[in-house]
């Protein structure tokens, strides 16, 4: 959906801050058409148009619309099946899971999924794994049968826009901030964080403030099968001087929750 919507977002006619993602649908709609990510060549199948092709390639399954109040609801799927030849195992995907979304007002939106998740994967991840206890970019995980895994994750926000130039935004997700398929700043190839978010967007500016708590993938020394906490600010100001540059400037500090002597630290106002 980003490949689709980037085209429109990169060119020189539009103002848009493309650095800063998830993207907002209320900034998107002023730039671009977002029934567009309809035709994608996928949904233009004889099944894609039948009735019940539509209601899950197009359409939402459920979905209440009034004046003051949308919600919108649908399930999510993703099942694979491959083969690891070397010593010859079978590789899957098996996963259920639900996304809701939808509008309270005109200054509250709200977002939410969670899946549920059965995997097995090829020998070189599974060692990866079995050493650091965490699906990549997943979270942690069990055993599930002989050699496969049991995972589930879930991600959500409430938003409030209570004027058009600023938002403040609180979940449980991530972000990736830079232009292109990867970051070095902030990627998104992280696991789901608790977080709370201010956007501020006047003229040409942009401006992101990001307070996170994440999971530190050592263990907690007391035995008690929880993880120490790390926590981070980041700080994300865009400008975009003229129609062919935008500058981005980017500071950060991520610190451990627990001191040296096993003291909880917590979260850091003066970060």
């Known amino acids: 959906e980003y490949n689709q919507l980037e085209a429109g977002l990169n060119n020189l006619d539009v103002e848009f801050h493309t650095a800063v993602k998830p993207y907002r649908a209320a900034e998107l709609k002023q730039h671009v058409n977002l029934d567009s990510l309809q035709f994608i060549p996928n949904y233009r199948s004889k099944f894609a148009r039948s009735l019940i092709g539509r209601r899950l390639f197009k359409e939402d399954l459920l979905y209440v619309e009034t004046k003051d109040f949308q919600l919108y609801a649908n399930p999510a799927f993703n099942f694979q099946l491959g083969r690891n030849f070397t010593p010859g195992e079978n590789t899957y995907f098996n996963t259920r899971g639900f996304q809701i979304r939808g509008n309270i007002g005109k200054m509250f939106s709200f977002y939410t999924d969670f899946y549920e998740n059965q995997a097995g994967f090829a020998n070189y991840i599974k060692e990866w794994v079995d050493s650091n206890r965490v699906i990549p970019g997943m979270g942690r995980t069990k055993s599930f049968k002989e050699s496969s895994y049991d995972y589930a994750f879930a991600t959500g926000y409430i938003n409030f826009t209570p004027v058009k130039y600023v938002s403040f935004e609180l979940g449980h997700g991530k972000h990736f901030i830079g232009d292109g ?30 307070w996170a708590e994440f999971q530190d993938n050592t263990p907690s020394v007391n035995a008690d099968n929880i993880n120490f906490k790390r926590y981070g600010t980041f700080h994300y100001l865009s400008v975009q001087p003229t129609r062919y540059l935008t500058l981005g400037f980017f500071e950060s500090i991520i610190w451990s929750g627990t001191d040296s002597t096993g003291n909880v630290r917590g979260f850091d106002v003066n970060y």
């Not at 070095?184 to 964080?193: G, P, T, V």
């Open 181 to 210: 398929y990867r970051s070095l700043f902030l990627s998104d190839n992280s696991f789901n964080y608790p977080y709370f978010k201010i956007s501020t967007q006047v003229w040409k500016i942009k401006y992101v403030n990001i």
